[in-house]
């Protein structure tokens, strides 16, 4: 089935999401749109499938002209999306799943799960993807389950899949396997686009890559292209994507994290008897699949988890049990995962937020009132210094890019001598250019003697940075490897496999013990 945008526009209001973009995929054709967080990739899929209606442009299927008014329509016409966060219901079997909004009933108008699951084992069978229709789906590992959102399309007859940022939330090696059955599916004659950030995937799987930037089409590649050439297309100029850092230089261990254990509220160990120790002068990063503790654990440090046992100290000052201002005031520097909604005050200027974590201190507080005119000064300063582009330091914070928001937060938390830094999905819906000056602080921290401790799920980043690297499971501590280890060995540990049973399987990768090569 050969797929045709032509001239899609997609207006919300004064906000222009996509620009007159025209895409072609082709039968049998893995298309991959690439793009940094918010270029419009989403957007535009989501006028593909149905659920945002075109402000302008039209869409061709085999060249006739068609018209979605939801999702059902864009199925009959052969078309399947596989989201990024899963449309699935936890608590339903696979074919419960598999079977909602396309139930087959038996002649007394009961449901018919029997066809369905029919239909599921053939599926799976044919692309070796090994999912039991019985299996309730909260219990299934989430590669398993983006395969059922991929059998549920197939049910559909889907001759075009749409993947939308399917490797978020996989492991390495799951990550590896989705990737095999992209392939399998091309083989099959079915049409894939794919939507990512990651260059690597991009280019593992691609036949032809469009490159979004701003909401419109800014050139087309073949995967042949460098990965220095894509990343310039994201981002409009020449970007450098490997870190330049010198050997760490370690000094004394002076935070502490004893027998950590974080409780659920339903009394579920999200952090399992965690123990680790970061030193003056080095990056040690955590790594895990999304929703393996990594949150929990930060919080912790942080004094924002109230179910906690264990020891947390820094520079032998025991941190478990104090408030989050003593802690921040102790010294402790702490970027958030998610800058929105604990990062930044949206409608507060940019020279407010700049100052959240020391409103009422010296210099900018005398007793019960502020300095506006030190406010405005320090707010000058760190746009410069940290290359925040804003249109003033009194433009609210809310109406900056994500890399700018972040650039916000990063420069609030590193403009105090710190103790200890730390940074949870520091790059996360972050432009390369941005990353890359990102990652520069973040070393320039370690280099200055402070410990650092930085939270991932990208394991491309995790390796860049680490000078040690601690990998979470269901809130347990897998080990702790040095930062050159293989992304085979880290990707094996992220499954849930201990890291001396990893490392003893290095050498079946065909990489040296310790490689970091990526």
Do not use: C, W
């Not at 039209?58 to 008014?69: E, H, N, T, W």
């Not at 599916?185 to 593992?204: A, M, T």
């Amino acid at each position: 089935m050969k797929l045709e945008l032509q001239g899609i526009t997609k207006r919300f209001g004064s906000l222009v999401a996509n620009d007159h973009i025209d895409l072609v995929v082709e039968p049998g054709q893995v298309h991959s749109l690439l793009g940094e967080n918010g270029a419009g990739k989403s957007t535009l899929m989501n006028v593909l499938y149905g659920l945002y209606e075109p402000s302008e442009g039209r869409i061709l299927v085999d060249g006739q002209p068609v018209s979605f008014s939801g999702p059902g329509d864009a199925m009959a016409a052969g078309i399947g999306m596989v989201h990024q966060h899963f449309m699935l219901v936890p608590v339903f079997t696979v074919a419960e799943n598999v079977a909602l909004g396309n139930e087959a009933t038996k002649a007394t108008g009961m449901l018919n799960l029997s066809q369905t699951r029919a239909k599921i084992k053939a599926i799976s069978d044919q692309y070796g993807f090994d999912v039991d229709p019985d299996a309730i789906v909260e219990d299934l590992p989430v590669g398993v389950q983006q395969r059922v959102e991929i059998i549920k399309a197939l049910v559909r007859d889907a001759e075009v899949l749409i993947l939308d940022e399917p490797t978020a939330v996989l492991t390495p090696k799951e990550t590896d396997e989705l990737l095999a059955i992209m392939g399998q599916l091309k083989s099959d004659g079915k049409s894939i686009v794919f939507i990512s950030h990651k260059l690597r995937e991009v280019k593992q799987v691609s036949d032809l890559i469009t490159v979004i930037r701003r909401g419109k089409v800014v050139g087309t590649a073949d995967p042949d292209s460098s990965t220095t050439e894509l990343a310039s297309l994201m981002v409009g100029r020449a970007v450098s994507l490997t870190l330049d850092k010198a050997p760490a230089q370690p000094g004394e261990a002076t935070f502490r994290i004893t027998d950590l254990t974080v409780l659920a509220p339903n009394g579920q160990r999200v952090v399992d008897g965690i123990s680790l120790e970061i030193r003056r002068g080095e990056i040690l990063a955590v790594a895990g699949v999304q929703g393996n503790g990594q949150t929990e654990l930060t919080e912790a440090v942080l004094g924002l988890q109230g179910h906690v046992s264990g020891s947390i100290t820094l520079e032998g000052h025991e941190l478990v049990g104090r408030s989050v201002k003593e802690i921040i005031r102790a010294g402790v520097g702490f970027v958030p995962e998610d800058r929105n909604v604990e990062g930044l005050v949206g409608p507060f200027s940019v020279a407010e937020n700049l100052i959240l974590n020391r409103y009422d201190q010296e210099p900018f507080a005398k007793g019960l009132g502020l300095k506006p005119a030190v406010i405005q000064q320090n707010a000058r300063e760190k746009i410069a210094e940290f290359d925040v582009r804003t249109q003033s330091a009194q433009a609210a914070a809310g109406t900056l890019s994500g890399g700018n928001q972040q650039k916000v937060v990063m420069a609030r938390e590193l403009s105090r001598p710190l103790k200890l830094f730390i940074a949870s999905q520091p790059t996360r819906g972050v432009d390369v250019g941005s990353i890359e000056f990102l990652h520069k602080r973040i070393v320039a921290e370690r280099d200055g003697g402070t410990p650092v401790m930085i939270v991932s799920t990208e394991l491309d980043e995790v390796l860049e940075l680490a000078d040690r690297i601690a990998v979470l499971y269901r809130g347990r501590l897998m080990g702790i490897v040095p930062g050159n280890t293989s992304r085979d060995v880290v990707g094996l540990m992220m499954a849930g496999m201990p890291a001396e049973e990893a490392l003893g399987q290095e050498q079946e990768f065909g990489t040296e013990p310790g490689s970091g090569e990526l």
